[in-house]
């Protein structure tokens, strides 16, 4: 298992619940960090992401990993899975609040010397490459987790990707998928549940209680 940040991702602080639940669970976990706080070039995030498994199959001598992937996180993973032969690699993506089809906060913020603000943008180069034909490959599950009250990805809808097990939670923010107790419990089962296969625009309704 390997642990994908989003903006601002810091090791000592971003994935640390999300961590411990996992390794409670028996999973083996790994971390990746990201160059320049993910506020760079995601193509280049992909390339570290890429490395970072590499050398997680060899040390734990195994053949495929899963991946979870906060925020634009996941925009990295697909990138890797669709332009670096991530696909012979994972196994199972799950993204959580990523902006598959981008956001509008993207254009708010709009800061020039980040490159992953032009990237996150509706309608941009990057989202027309990695949405383009083969997006999702047909040899690894992906399970996009999404909330209509995210408040980074704008429109939420963004965050549901085609061809993906699309599951919505209600009553979360864009950082509650990282502490929400409800939401890891639906993930873990995602994990496990192997003899799953993606679905086309699917989307469930799964609500945890506001906290």
């Not at 640390?16 to 990746?32: I, K, P």
């Not at 061809?163 to 979360?172: D, Q, T």
């Amino acid at each position: 298992m390997i642990l994908v940040h989003g903006i601002l991702g810091q090791r000592h602080i971003y994935w640390n619940l999300f961590r411990r639940r996992l390794a409670q669970d028996g999973f083996r976990v790994h971390e990746v960090v990201l160059p320049y706080y993910m506020l760079g070039d995601i193509r280049i995030a992909a390339r570290f992401l890429a490395d970072k498994i590499e050398a997680t199959l060899v040390g734990d001598n195994v053949d495929r990993v899963d991946l979870i992937c906060h925020s634009a996180g996941g925009l990295v993973a697909r990138y890797y899975l669709k332009y670096l032969k991530g696909d012979r690699q994972v196994s199972h993506l799950v993204t959580l609040g990523t902006p598959h089809q981008g956001t509008y906060v993207s254009y708010a913020l709009g800061f020039p010397f980040m490159g992953i603000l032009k990237q996150t943008r509706p309608g941009s180069h990057f989202l027309a490459e990695v949405n383009g034909p083969g997006a999702v490959p047909h040899n690894v599950r992906i399970t996009s987790f999404w909330s209509p009250v995210d408040g980074v990805v704008l429109p939420p809808e963004n965050a549901i990707l085609a061809g993906a097990n699309n599951i919505k939670v209600s009553w979360l923010t864009h950082w509650g998928f990282l502490w929400n107790p409800a939401v890891y419990s639906k993930i873990r089962d995602a994990l496990l549940n192997h003899a799953a296969r993606p679905m086309a625009q699917r989307t469930l309704d799964e609500t945890p209680a506001p906290a």
